[in-house]
């Protein structure tokens, strides 16, 4: 690019002597070593971008790489698995409270459902020592206690019972 400055600062000089002819072939030939110019620059720019993509090929596929990625590939794998056993151990606890939560539920309401059916046993039991709307009411209370789930009320209406004997 040095010369092809040097050729057109010649024909400047030239141009300014008032020499016939030559100006314009030394035009074309700094225009020739211009585009020269920038073609080898162009060309050593591609040379020097195809080698370095070469490099990074080699490199990429070499072994220690691949070791690396392997590497990296199986701690994100170790990772990905404790994240799921530590959301599976949450899922099964909370599945597994859920379940006992039923279970304690169901059994509450069949221990109700078994002191209900004692509590209209003795009831029966007793009911010829009872008035009649002491026992209505007695019934009222074991059903109504019975259907709110309330197991103290109705262990303090066996216990009211009891003390009626």
Known sequence: MFAAFAVFISVDLLLWLAVPGLPGLMT????AILLSAFSLL?????AAIIKRIIAVCFDYFSARQRLQRRLWF?????????????????????????????LLSAN?????????????KELQSIKQQLSKTTYQQL?????QYRDKQDIEAL???????????
């Not at 074309?28 to 225009?31: A, C, E, N, R, V």
């Not at 162009?42 to 591609?46: C, K, M, N």
């Not at 509450?108 to 209209?120: E, G, M, T």
């Not at 019934?139 to 059903?143: E, F, I, K, L, T």
């Open 108 to 120: 509450n309401r069949q221990h109700i459902q078994s002191l209900s059916k004692a509590i209209d």
């Open 155 to 165: 262990l303090e209406l066996q216990k009211k019972i009891a003390t009626i004997v």
């Open 74 to 102: 199986i701690q994100a794998k170790q990772d990905q698995l404790k994240r799921l056993f530590y959301f599976r151990t949450l899922q099964i606890n909370y599945f597994n409270e859920l379940m006992r939560k039923r």
């Open 42 to 46: 162009l060309i050593t720019g591609l």
């Open 28 to 31: 074309q030939f700094g225009l």
């Open 139 to 143: 019934q009222r209370d074991n059903a």
